[in-house]
């Protein structure tokens, strides 16, 4: 694909994900709460979200989007459903000298709610059905193209959504007292139930 189709598109998704929505308050609240290992795996799970509303835009697939809207309904409840239940951890959390985290963190849980949580996001869905097909010429899509779209969505997606987890991990570091931490754990369960609501509230 020529340079210029791909410049097109790395810019306009990298502005998608910079713009702050559910997905970049469940990461900063994850990281808040768990450090940046904690979040990395929400990271990866948003990553995966994007990459299959990619492969519906690039096959065609659109339609069937569309046509089974109500399972991506569920899907949104259901991460939105289980982010409240990560607020609730952290808001209920005991800081001490092991870090500010819930207990028991299971990787693949936060992987899943980073998942649900695009797959049932309104800007994920409009960008890569509606935008996408503006700026990338789907018609003449090949192997090469195919391949260089991936890797710019994984690599832009990594950057950004390990940027603002470590940012939010670092602004975590800078408090140690057990009333720091207690406060760091208040604001991030607001700001992953916040995540919650807009993942429900969006259409």
Not at 51 to 78: K, P, Q
Not at 110 to 133: D, E, H, Q, R
Request: aromatic share 14%; net charge positive; glycine share 10%.
């Amino acid at each position: 694909m020529d340079l210029f189709t791909l410049a097109a598109f790395t810019l306009a998704y990298a502005i998608a994900v910079l713009v702050p929505g559910p997905g970049v308050a469940a990461v900063v609240a994850r990281a808040l709460g768990g450090g940046f290992k904690g979040a990395f795996p929400m990271v990866l799970g948003i990553l995966a979200g994007d990459l299959v509303y990619f492969l519906f835009a690039v096959f065609g697939l659109a339609a069937i989007a569309t046509h089974f809207g109500a399972v991506f309904t569920i899907i949104r409840w259901a991460g939105a459903a289980y982010l409240l239940y990560i607020a609730w951890k952290f808001w209920t959390a005991r800081p001490g000298a092991e870090q500010m985290k819930p207990r028991n963190e299971d990787g693949w849980k936060t992987f899943f709610a980073g998942f649900s949580l695009t797959m049932g996001n309104p800007k994920t869905i409009v960008f890569y059905l509606a935008i996408l097909p503006t700026v990338v010429p789907l018609g003449e899509m090949n192997p090469l193209a195919f391949i260089e779209l991936t890797a710019i969505v994984v690599v832009v997606l990594l950057l950004i959504g390990c940027g603002y987890a470590w940012l939010a991990s670092a602004a975590r570091d800078m408090f140690r007292s057990e009333k720091a931490l207690g406060r760091l754990n208040k604001t991030a369960g607001a700001m992953m139930a916040g995540a919650a609501g807009l993942v429900v509230l969006q259409h």
